[in-house]
């Protein structure tokens, strides 16, 4: 047994290892829906508690006031301490969240693990920007002199709520930033993934972060409304469906508190008639089979040019028939489980509307026939889509990929634009020019032209626009999003 999920079922709170109020709640491996540990569960009393333990720590404590070095030097302790579990972390990703170990290695761990390094380190940059002096002439003939300065500083209280695909990914996403620059945290796990968070308290007391800076209320809606109304937070960054994120939007209006939205998507991905049909099939495949197709930013809409789309569809059905799924533990393992039985149910009914709206099933479709445990699905694609259907509206989140056909450019980015999220999106295309010029027109947060991995650079800043909600995260801005912006001004005669 892990020793992540072996301290006890406590939540972290004001630097105190506390009993849940609403008990404790089993936490099941998806692969072979084993019980992994007993997780505490809060209530909107214990969120109350951990506001408040931030709260103090951020008004009267001194972690915001840290000169940038030492909480640098903190937080490089912080990553350190983790980096000596890196072992226990990704067992513990392939058993809470079902991820292969290549996945829980390389795009679970060792990725965020870059961009946290990344974004300490640009935390120590100079908050204080002079802006050059300005004169204004007054109607008495004298001139004003303008001074000012800008100063970045902590926003105060930040709310994290996370969802439950990339746990420590996501997790870590939110809390390194936030305490960087200052602020102090709650953070709200989603309860199928408890344990990815708690072990945020471990490394906490670990390192020694000063009581109330960091604390950690496992638990459902009613610990995430209480964060997201209480008038002591002062952030909201939020990682999960539009759906969840709409209610917190409107949870959190009366407040009037800063929010960050990261939802969901249904991008597309392009496919021209002179692309390298290999590749582009390759990158086919991992944008609807990584996490089991449980990834905000996959490209599981792939709109591919008529002269191409057969041998297209062809070979991606051949290499999707291909892929091993099962058992995330074994090394040999092509794509996991689904996280829960209603994900699975929710799957299947999608692929049911989309053989009723006349789709054509190419490859999947259904439960693995050897696998009796565990909530698998095989990797599933769909031919002669039409946009308007269900299955190319709406976020799947389950190994789906559905293929649309197109004529010209102009009905590719009409057709990739008809949506009603705006996350990632691609272009396959051997005329790098013409490839540029289309992502330019795609109304999406980000576009991969010929496979590119924006998620692979720590600076790069990662959002959505519609649905796919609004703020951002990394590099610079991202790590802005958590500091206001101060104006001091001098009087300069
Ligand atoms: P979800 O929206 O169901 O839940 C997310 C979190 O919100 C959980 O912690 C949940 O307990 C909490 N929550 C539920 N109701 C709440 C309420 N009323 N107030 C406050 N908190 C509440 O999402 P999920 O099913 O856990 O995750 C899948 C979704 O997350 C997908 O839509 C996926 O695209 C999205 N996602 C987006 C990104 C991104 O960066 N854009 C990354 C990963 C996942």
Redesign the pocket.
């Known amino acids: 047994m892990l020793d992540i999920v072996n301290k006890g079922a406590l939540l972290y709170i004001g630097g105190e290892w506390v009993s849940g109020s609403g008990g404790t709640e089993a936490v099941i491996n998806p692969a072979n829906e084993r019980v992994i540990g007993h997780a505490p569960l809060g209530s909107a009393a214990d969120a109350e508690a951990a506001i408040a333990a931030a709260r103090e720590a951020f008004d009267t404590g001194l972690w915001p006031r840290l000169p940038a070095r030492e909480r640098q030097a903190k937080m490089t302790a912080f990553l350190a301490a983790i980096e000596r579990r890196k072992e226990e972390i990704i067992a513990l990703t392939v058993a809470e969240a079902g991820a292969p170990q290549v996945l829980a290695r390389f795009l679970h761990y060792e990725t965020p693990m870059k961009h946290a390094r990344a974004t300490v380190e640009l935390a120590t940059r100079d908050p204080v920007t002079a802006h050059a002096p300005e004169v204004t002439p007054q109607a008495d003939g004298t001139k004003t002199l303008g001074m000012a300065l800008m100063v970045r500083q902590p926003i105060g209280v930040v709310g994290a709520?996370?969802?439950?695909?990339?746990p420590f990914f996501?997790n870590l996403a939110k809390v390194i930033p936030s305490l960087a620059v200052g602020c102090t945290v709650v953070l709200?796990?989603?309860?199928?993934t408890p344990f990815a968070a708690l072990l945020f308290g471990e490394i906490a007391e670990e390192v020694g972060l000063p009581p109330g800076v960091l604390n950690i209320v496992n638990g459902?809606?009613e610990v995430?409304?209480r964060?997201?109304t209480d008038a002591r937070v002062d952030l909201v960054t939020?990682?999960?469906?539009?759906?969840?994120?709409a209610?917190?939007q409107a949870?959190a209006a009366p407040t009037l508190k800063r929010v960050i939205m990261?939802?969901?998507?249904k991008s597309a991905l392009i496919v021209r008639p002179d692309a390298d049909l290999r590749a582009a099939v390759a990158c086919g495949l991992v944008n609807f089979t990584t996490q089991c197709g449980?990834?905000?930013?996959l490209l599981t809409r792939h709109i591919v040019h008529n002269s191409i789309r057969a041998q297209y569809v062809e070979a991606l059905a051949a290499i999707a028939r291909q892929v091993k799924v099962g058992d995330p533990a074994d090394p040999a393992t092509g794509m996991g489980p689904l996280i829960r039985e209603a994900a699975r149910t929710r799957t299947e009914q999608l692929v049911a509307s989309a053989q009723d709206e006349g789709a054509r099933l190419v490859a999947g479709g259904k439960r693995p026939s050897d696998l009796d445990k565990g909530f698998y699905f095989e990797p599933t694609l769909f031919d002669d889509v039409k946009n308007h259907f269900r299955i190319a509206r709406q976020?799947v989140?389950g190994p789906v990929g559905v293929v649309i056909g197109y004529d010209d450019d102009d009905e590719a980015i009409g057709i990739a634009n008809d949506s009603d999220y705006g996350?990632g999106g691609g272009v396959f295309s051997a005329d790098a020019g013409k490839a540029y010029e289309m992502a330019l027109r795609l109304h999406t947060g980000n576009v991969s032209i010929n496979g590119g991995a924006g998620a692979m650079s720590s600076q790069a800043p990662?959002g959505?626009v519609r649905r796919?909600?609004y703020g951002l995260?990394y590099g610079l801005q991202g790590l802005n999003e958590f500091t206001y912006a101060k104006t001091v001004s001098f009087h300069g005669g």
Do not use: R
């Not at 709200?188 to 199928?192: A, E, I, L, V």
């Not at 990261?262 to 998507?265: M, S, V």
């Not at 449980?294 to 930013?297: E, I, R, S, Y």
């Open positions: 709520i996370t969802a439950y695909n990339f996501l709200k796990p989603s309860p199928y459902g809606a995430g409304e964060l997201t939020f990682t999960g469906s539009d759906v969840v994120g209610k917190i949870q990261e939802l969901g998507g449980q990834g905000c930013g976020e989140f996350l990662f959505g796919s909600g995260e």
